[in-house]
């Protein structure tokens, strides 16, 4: 065991805690009967007893029944083993213990932090002496039971002399210490209870209670023998505000009811009428005459008018461009760039006024409007302008709000370039001072252009959250 000596001699100086340790390093098998631990054939010791390992959340001690109930279930995770020590009403051990625990139990580590070594707690008895403590706390138990039974079935009206004619011999040794008597020393505590009999402990209690100086607090202040009918009394004559209450309740004087007066009307004067008659005069001049205005019939609110807030997308009107009105929409929604000049000769229709791009957002699709020409545009139109396809020369922006009051700086601040060219293409100078995005578009290999098209959206998409949130986007 690690202490010298013969086990059965080490055991009174050992507590459960490093049994149990020794027990496992030993690789002997430590058991649970009823609540006993018992370790081999010789020893044995209480499961609720408390080790000298102490929790690192609640610095509490933890049971050698909690020890030995993770030492048994260190092969699962910790989730199911809390369920189980829940099922079987077990003490458990907290996550930020369980490595330690099992390392130290195991031998894995010498020591423990946890360990307090200056509480030593020799809890481990001989298993036939363990047996019979247990034996004699649960008959003790059972007899405490019974009397509590039998109080509630024939409690005598004296309490406290039906406990001293029920105190048994020995029950002296239990009175307080100011009757002078010597304190019982030496009895465990299941004994001292089985001496003492329910009746004379309900007589204690009482008596305690009756002498016990109570301390005041906000719950005791509101408790009150005192009461409050003349106030309730009081609050149900009070008059309320419409005055229907002291129209009700008259006053008595002199065994006679007073009426209550009448409520003063500056214009229900008996003098003044008789005056007005006396002279002509005619109430119908003044406004006392007046008939009341009549209430305007309700009619329903206006309805303010709906405001657009289908953003714009602005592209060049020159055929000679890559993206224009006639093929935008294939751009924009397949990734497919068809030249101007083709798309030209597919529209059925003519030149269109405006195109609708149709963008899927996730399960929802949202409207972009593509227009080339910007001279019917009214400022509402403007405030939603979010991209533009850039030819290059500055004169594509002749009239324009932004570029006429700040330039393009102030322009592309606010609505985001884009300048589509072709890979055999010369960029436009104007490009490299201009802050645009630049779409490079292959005349060989069209199946790069739904890159392009999604670069597009993406950067499209980062500038209108910061600047048009106010949009349907």
Known sequence: FGFGGSPKASSRAMDALSLLRNETIAGRKVEKQGDLLLYGNDFASACNVETNYRARTTDAFYTIEALWFLLQSRLIEHGPYLLDAKKLNIPVVARADRKDVLAYLMDESTTSDRVDPAVFVPTVLGRAEAEASVSQKR??????????????????????????????????????????????????S????????????????????????????RLTALLSTKKFDSVLAYLDKKPDKSGAARAQASTAVGGT????????????QP??????????????????????????????????????????????????????????????????????????????????????????????TRMYKVVDNVTTMTPDHWDRVVACFVAGPEWQFKKWPMFESGGTA???????????YYDDQKMHPNIEQWDVTRL????????????????FWEVLDGHTQKTHRDLKL
């Open 139 to 188: 008959s003790a138990d059972d007899s405490v039971a019974e009397g509590g039974a039998a109080a509630k079935r024939a409690r005598p009206d004296d309490e406290s002399d039906a406990g001293a004619a029920a105190q048994p011999e020995g029950a002296s040794a239990r009175q307080p210490a100011s009757s002078g008597a010597a304190p019982m020393t030496g009895v465990s």
């Open 190 to 217: 299941g004994a001292a209870v089985s001496r003492v009999s329910v009746l004379e402990r309900d007589a204690r209690t009482k008596k305690v209670l009756e002498l016990e100086l109570r301390y005041d607090n």
């Open 257 to 268: 009811t007073r009426k209550p007066m009448a409520a003063y009307d500056r214009y229900d």
């Open 271 to 364: 003098a003044a009428k008789a005056q007005g008659a006396e002279f002509g005069i005619s109430e119908a001049g003044t406004f006392v005459a007046q008939e009341a205005p009549q209430d305007k019939p309700n009619l329903p609110p206006k309805r303010k008018p709906k405001t657009n807030r289908t953003p714009i997308i602005i592209v060049p009107s020159s055929l000679k461009d890559c993206i224009t009105l006639h093929n935008v929409r294939g751009y924009l929604e397949n990734g497919t760039v068809q030249p101007t000049a083709d798309a030209v000769k597919d529209a059925a229709g003519g030149r269109p006024q405006h195109v609708i791009v149709n963008k899927k957002r996730g399960a929802e």
């Open 410 to 420: 102030q322009l592309f601040s606010k609505v985001r370039g884009f300048y589509v």
């Open 440 to 455: 490079l578009i292959s005349r060989n290999k069209p199946h790069l252009d739904k890159t392009t098209s999604l670069k």
